[in-house]
């Protein structure tokens, strides 16, 4: 069975997950597979835990784009993989890695997603959501004080330092690799329908 991959891409907080549940749901009965680039942080068990808090994981180096490729290469081909289950607590990866196996549809999601040109090519429909700064920013605050126990301060200084930069120079320049560019606003259960009923259009020629 070769799998359909489709992938989601965008700045930090612009809706990737919302959207991908959402197209999740319309294709329920095909029960998608689900990866995220986040899960393929590099673990940095070598570094000092002050080391570690040092690592700008805005910037394409911290991710494990080989070993995340050859997953979504697999998946493609119908292959499981066992996918790393990182702490971001400790940035290291726990023993025990999740087992994600093929499905019909692959969904996958990644701020950096299409920063990766070998990634980028393996997908067969790719979406950029493109959401201004200013919005992306108060989402972040909302979801980091209240999830991850982060000061506003705190949330607003790393999105100045780094999420902003490495947005601008490798995630706003990879929205030209989509296929699909989805501007803000704009209305999810619209674009989520539409993008499950072009998914269904692509199974007929995998099987």
């Known amino acids: 069975m070769r799998s359909v991959l489709i992938g989601f891409s965008g700045g930090s907080c612009s809706g990737k997950s919302t959207l991908v549940d959402a197209i999740a749901e319309h294709l329920a009965d095909l029960a998608p597979a689900r990866l995220t680039f986040d899960r393929y942080y590099r673990p940095l068990d070598h570094l000092t835990l002050a080391e570690r808090d040092r690592i700008n994981f805005d910037h394409p180096d911290s991710l494990d784009d080989e070993l995340f490729v050859a997953h979504l290469q697999a998946l493609r081909d119908g292959l499981g993989v066992d996918v790393p289950v990182y702490d971001f607590a400790t940035h290291s990866r726990l023993a025990e890695p999740d087992r994600i196996e093929p499905s019909m549809v692959v969904l996958v999601d990644g ?13 067969d429909v790719s979406v950029f959501l493109d959401v201004d700064a200013d919005l992306r920013l108060e989402r972040r605050i909302a979801r980091d004080t209240v999830e991850r126990g982060r000061s506003e301060e705190s949330v607003r200084r790393q999105f100045a330092e780094s999420v902003a930069p490495m947005h601008d120079r490798f995630v706003q320049p990879s929205g030209e690799r989509a296929d699909r560019v989805i501007r803000w606003p704009a209305d999810f259960k619209v674009e989520s329908a539409a993008l499950a009923e072009v998914i269904r259009t692509l199974l007929p020629a995998q099987a």
Do not use: E, T
């Not at 299409?114 to 997908?123: K, Y």
């Open 111 to 123: 701020i950096l997603l299409l920063a990766d040109p070998r990634a980028a090519q393996l997908l």
